[in-house]
């Protein structure tokens, strides 16, 4: 396998580019809640939290509409690092 390398002027704008992803891995798999791993790729890259399926539309949609920012989200996470609102109790 070769790798190849990504010209500069190549790369995506700021506005085009990802900035965090969802991603469903052997946790989600296992897990009986299949909670995502949130993952971001801009602000503080390689930082995650999880993300239960009733809470991924509202953490999605305001990361869209840069509503809020990734680490508002990542902050507000239970003691089991999983997202569940921020009124949750």
Same mark, same amino acid.
């Given at each position: 396998?070769?790798?190849?390398?990504?010209?500069?002027?190549?790369? %995506?704008?700021?506005?085009?580019? /990802?900035?965090? #992803?969802? +991603? $469903? *891995?052997?946790?989600?798999? %296992?897990?009986?809640?299949?909670? /995502?791993?949130? #993952?971001? +790729? $801009? *602000?503080?890259?390689?930082?995650?939290?999880?993300?239960?399926?009733?809470?991924?539309?509202?953490?999605?949609?305001?990361?869209?509409?840069?509503?809020?920012?990734?680490?508002?989200?990542?902050?507000?996470?239970?003691?089991?690092?999983?997202?569940?609102?921020?009124?949750?109790?």
């Amino acid at each position: 396998m070769t790798s190849v390398p990504i010209a500069t002027d190549n790369a %995506a704008s700021r506005d085009d580019m /990802l900035t965090y #992803l969802f +991603l $469903a *891995d052997a946790i989600t798999m %296992a897990d009986v809640e299949r909670p /995502l791993l949130a #993952l971001d +790729l $801009a *602000d503080e890259p390689g930082r995650t939290f999880r993300v239960p399926p009733r809470w991924y539309p509202d953490v999605s949609t305001n990361l869209t509409i840069a509503n809020m920012d990734f680490s508002e989200f990542a902050d507000a996470v239970d003691e089991s690092g999983r997202y569940r609102d921020f009124n949750a109790d």
